[in-house]
C-alpha cells in the first residue's frame, strides 16, 4: 500500500480501534470449554472494538500460543507500528496546557464528580 493511502486509512481509523492500540485490550473471560482434550477459553475486549482471544491450555497448565479474531476493519493492510499509533493519538488528542486545565476543562463540561 503506498504510504499517502496508508496514512489516510491511519486517521480515518475507528477510535475504539486505536484506542485497543494504544492501550491494548481489556479482557472480559467469556468462559471455559474442551476441544480434543484441551482446554479454551474465550476471551472478548470489553471496550467493543470486537476481538476476541481463544487462549489454548493443555491439561497440565501450559498454555499454548492464542489465537485472535478481529473485527471488520479493525486490521490495516501494511499493520499500524507503534509510532503510527501514538502520533495518531496525540492529534487526535485535546491537548492541554496543564493538568489543572485539564480537570477545570472537564469539570466545566458536566463530567460527573466522585461522590464520598
Ligand atoms: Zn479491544
Redesign the pocket.
Known sequence: MARTKHNAVVRQYDDTFLD?RDLR??WKCVGYYRVDGRVRRLLE?V?G?G?QRHDHWKQDGERLQPAYSYANGYQVEGGMDTWEVRREVMRRATIFTSEQAMLDALTKAGAPRVKR
Open positions: 485497543c485490550h481489556t475486549c471496550r472494538c476481538t
